[in-house]
């Protein structure tokens, strides 16, 4: 070897020892921690002015007021954990124009490298209070968001078009609000008026964590029904619809609202609120919504809510459900769910007890009240039991594990539920607390119910508003207070096992059979009529919706063994071009002529034909009496309240729109 090649080989062995003797990269230091919220007085109020008169670009413009203290950083936040979602929604991507002055002269903001909703500005000395102006860009389409405004109604969260100061239990921030509407519109809201001048509504000071409890719906086509008072705090009904027209509704469809309010009242035995007002949409323009307030709620449903009302019943658990969260949600929260800020994580591992409870008092109170038929409710419950029976992701998924699934998946569609589950602990739920309820109905003979759980459960501090937590354990010995038994087990092995089959012992217990018959339900056929779909999961394993499009296919039924996928195209059944009719008529057929059916499908380009050796004829859930038992699931649904304490049918003229 030469020198020079023996000399550049050595310095190749140097380098190389040089490059392994470097040290690895470690990661860089975190940025200085958020304050962590004081359960203390915040000093000073918030100002948070919206202008709400942008309707045709959708656009809410923000000027907010926030005393600081000069001289030191302030740390703002947007709320982005927020109550309802179980989740980190907020839509702080909508936030826009972000303008912070300080006397005057514009300081420049950074946004938090970690915590994204987070904002800090170094306020200079002699600053007293920071002027701040945004934007809230509302949806424009529904592959944006949901639509909030439309020409006609709005729909206002406070928890997107405001800021509020690091370091404080949001119970501890004072604010005051004011909004401005478009001429003629008037506004509905939990929250109580200062002053109203012009368009321009001033609402009584109160704390942030009320604030963003108290969203408002508005709109220029609107009317207010008189719904009575629990325990003295008047309930009302107020209404925002597309059309005038939309809003005139029947005396028995108001009375049935009206029994909703008495039946809750003797279902909870309480109440714990100063007053309660049923925010309604009655809309096919802007985007529809259930979400719960301590003293309202967001409420979106179709525009014929009152003009189809035999149609349309399918829907009618809503109100119910959302009313009953104001005791179960609010008012009694599970301890983990509850959070001193909008910036603090939620733990939502009780959400069966939150959410699925609440879907079980839905229903019932729904058919307790006369908004909804006992045998409409009946075949809701068998629609739910045999969906969640062929939940087949039960085998690997725990009903405990979905209650991470809004943060999980965001809420977003996902492509196999019955695989994948998805926020089971709603309808889930509700078979589990109809499994508790005949339960305690068989052991006690008839003497107890949950009903008397919910009395004394939720019923506790009456008329007191502020929230009072809940654990696992509190809820078993609350059960066992009504009927002993080994609860912790009963509820453990429902919620936190992987089973084979959904827990249905509620339907036999409560003197009924799920059955499958070749007839559909009325409730069925009323929402494959409303939706457009043909729904074949008990049979062909799969959903066809509009256009022939597949919406859902049965992990490991039929469908998914022949590889079709959801979002596939059904283009032809037997070489005849596809309708919902149609392949119903082939699956009918093929039971009496043993010929298998001939599916042409279409996904992207790409078209093939399969075949279905199904010999079984069409298969609709239903529920069965059986003779010779108690009824008890008539009994769990029959009205409550003595006939002399119910609202009286047609005994007035229908509101009118004002």
């Known amino acids: 070897m030469s020198l020079a090649k023996l000399s550049l080989a050595c310095a190749a062995l140097i380098l190389a020892g040089a490059v392994h003797a470097a040290s690895p990269p470690m990661p860089l230091p975190m940025p200085a921690a958020i304050a962590t919220p004081q359960d203390v007085a915040y000093p000073g109020t918030l100002r948070v002015d919206v202008d709400a008169t942008d309707i045709t ?45 300080g006397n005057g002269a514009r300081l420049s903001w950074r946004r938090d490298p970690v915590d994204v909703y987070a904002f800090h500005i170094d306020v200079p000395a002699g600053v007293s209070a920071l002027e701040i102006e945004f934007q809230f860009l509302t949806a424009l389409e529904g592959n944006q968001g949901r639509v909030l405004i439309t020409q006609e109604m709005m729909n206002l969260q406070w928890v997107s078009v405001a800021l509020y100061p690091a370091g404080y239990f949001t119970r501890q921030i004072p604010v005051e609000a004011s909004v401005k509407m478009p001429d003629g519109w008037q506004v509905a809201t939990a929250l109580e008026t200062a002053r109203t001048e012009g368009n321009t509504t001033t609402f009584k000071t109160t704390s942030f964590e009320e604030l963003a409890d108290s969203p408002i719906f508005a709109g220029k086509h609107f009317k207010r029904v008189e719904l009575g008072t629990t325990g003295g705090a008047p309930v009302r ?30 279902l909870f035995k309480s109440h714990h609120f100063g007053h309660y007002d049923f925010l309604l949409a009655l809309t096919d323009r802007m985007g529809g919504i259930g979400l719960e307030h301590h003293q309202s709620s967001e409420n979106g449903t179709d525009a014929e809510y009152f003009t189809e009302w035999d149609k349309k019943y399918f829907g009618r658990d809503l109100l119910p459900h959302e009313y009953a969260h104001s005791w179960n949600g609010k008012f009694r929260r599970p301890a983990d769910l509850w ?23 839905g229903y019932v109170l729904a058919a307790r009240a006369g908004l909804m038929s006992k045998e409409q409710v009946l075949e809701a419950f068998a629609a739910t039991g045999a969906a969640y029976d062929h939940r087949i992701g039960r085998q690997w998924k725990p009903l405990a594990d979905t209650t991470n ?13 019955s695989w994948q589950r998805s926020e089971d602990y709603y309808q889930e739920g509700q078979l589990i607390w109809l499994d508790a309820d005949t339960l305690i109905r068989e052991k006690s003979g008839g003497k107890k119910s949950l009903d008397d759980f919910a009395g004394a459960f939720f019923g506790v501090n009456n008329g007191s508003h502020v929230p009072a937590t809940y654990t696992f354990d509190d809820v078993v010995a609350a059960l066992n207070a009504v009927q002993p038994h080994d609860w912790a087990a009963f509820l453990k092995e429902r919620v936190e096992s992987t089973t084979t089959n959904a827990p249905l012992d509620g339907f036999p217990r409560g003197g009924y059979k799920l059955v499958f018959d070749e007839k559909p339900s009325t409730w069925t056929k009323d929402i494959e009529s409303d939706n457009g779909s043909v729904g074949m999961t008990y049979s062909l394993g799969m959903t066809i919706g509009r256009e022939g499009r597949i919406t859902d296919v049965l992990w490991e039924g039929l469908a998914f063994k022949q590889g079709l996928t959801p979002g596939a195209q059904v283009i032809a059944v037997n070489n005849v071009a596809y309708t919902g ?34 010999f079984d004829g069409l298969r609709y859930a239903k529920l069965e009496r059986i003779e010779g038992t108690p009824d008890r699931l008539g009994a769990i649904l029959d009205a409550k309240l003595p006939v002399d304490q119910r609202a009286k049918r047609a005994r007035s003229k229908p509101n009118k729109a004002r």
Do not use: C
């Open 57 to 101: 670009r959708r656009i809410f413009q923000v000027r907010e007021t926030i005393p600081v203290e000069g001289g030191k950083t302030a740390t703002l936040l947007y709320p982005k954990w927020l109550p309802g979602s179980h989740s980190p929604s907020g839509r702080i991507e909508a936030l826009a124009g972000l303008t912070i002055k």
């Open 237 to 266: 009904l107020n209404i925002v619809a597309d059309k005038p027209e939309l809003l005139e509704s029947k005396p028995e469809h108001e009375d049935a609202h009206r029994n909703l309010v008495r039946e809750a009242e003797a």
């Open 339 to 361: 959070t001193p800020t909008f910036a603090t994580p939620m733990r939502d591992s009780l959400l069966w007890v939150y959410e699925g409870q609440t879907q079980y008092w």
């Open 405 to 417: 699934d809004p943060i999980v998946a965001a809420r977003r569609s996902l492509p196999w539920r």
């Open 581 to 614: 009719d149609r392949i119903k008529t082939a699956i009918t057929d093929a039971k009496k002529t043993k010929t298998p059916i001939e599916l042409l499908l279409k996904t992207g380009d790409n078209y093939r034909t399969v075949r279905f050796d199904y």
